[in-house]
């Protein structure tokens, strides 16, 4: 079955530390791969996607990068976190039917920058 | 230029109520799809439809239904018999050529005992 995981769950960084998060998924191949972010009480914000490996497209201007080393890995980075990074960050990819593609989300990490 | 609107910010129900959340949506594109989430407290985003653009039949899913409206660029979200469960958060979303896809700000939906 086709599924998506996504980790940290949840974690607390101080200002000025590095981060990473990581997204995978399963039972697919070459699905395009999104980072979204959403902070608090507020939408989701598009930050990256790709549609291949070493194939990043960014929306917003910011300090996060994204990377895809593997067809199925999609890696959102940090080199120095600011305040303003804290928020609900979301993987998402594509599933391709016959009928068309669907976009389904992986379990979201939240992050705090303190 | 791609573009969902839920002018609904927050919506207020006393249970079994029935209540319909709106989307407008702005695409040039003629073939595209149109989404819903739902954003439970826990905070992952749960998809519930998705609808292609040429196919305009509306949807039921149980307390659920779905009329999506070409005409008026409108695709909206009615839940009948509301229940406490169905509290959060939904969001409507787009996608059309690009590899984008675009959500609504949300609507927060509380159903009241």
């Known amino acids: 079955s086709q599924t998506i995981h996504q980790w940290p769950a949840t974690l607390v960084q101080p200002v000025g530390s590095p981060l990473s998060l990581e997204c995978t998924v399963e039972?697919?191949?070459?699905?395009?791969l999104y980072w979204y972010r959403q902070a608090a009480g507020r939408g989701l914000q598009l930050l990256f996607y790709?549609?291949?490996?070493?194939?990043i497209s960014s929306e917003v201007p910011q300090n996060l990068s994204a990377s895809r080393p593997q067809d199925r890995q999609f890696i959102l980075s940090s080199k120095k976190l600011l305040l303003s990074d804290s928020g609900f960050y979301l993987c998402a990819w594509n599933v391709r039917t016959r009928s068309g593609n669907t976009i389904y989300f992986g379990e979201g990490s939240w992050l705090t920058v303190v | 230029a791609q573009k969902v609107t839920q002018a609904q910010t927050e919506i207020s129900v006393v249970e079994k109520e029935d209540v319909t959340l709106d989307c407008v949506y702005e695409t040039r594109d003629t073939t595209y799809y149109l989404f819903w989430y739902k954003q439970p407290p826990s905070g992952e985003l749960v998809f519930l439809i998705r609808?292609?653009?040429?196919?305009?039949q509306n949807e039921i899913s149980g307390r659920y239904s779905w009329n999506f409206q070409k005409s008026t660029s409108s695709f909206n979200f009615t839940i009948t018999a509301s229940q406490v469960v169905d509290s959060a958060v939904y969001f409507c979303?787009?996608?059309?050529?690009?590899?984008?896809?675009?959500f609504g700000s949300g609507t927060r939906l509380l159903v009241r005992p």
């Open positions: 039972g697919t191949s070459n699905p395009n």
């Open positions: 609808r292609n653009s040429f196919d305009e």
């Open positions: 790709s549609v291949g490996i070493g194939q």
């Open positions: 979303a787009l996608k059309d050529s690009s590899y984008k896809l675009i």
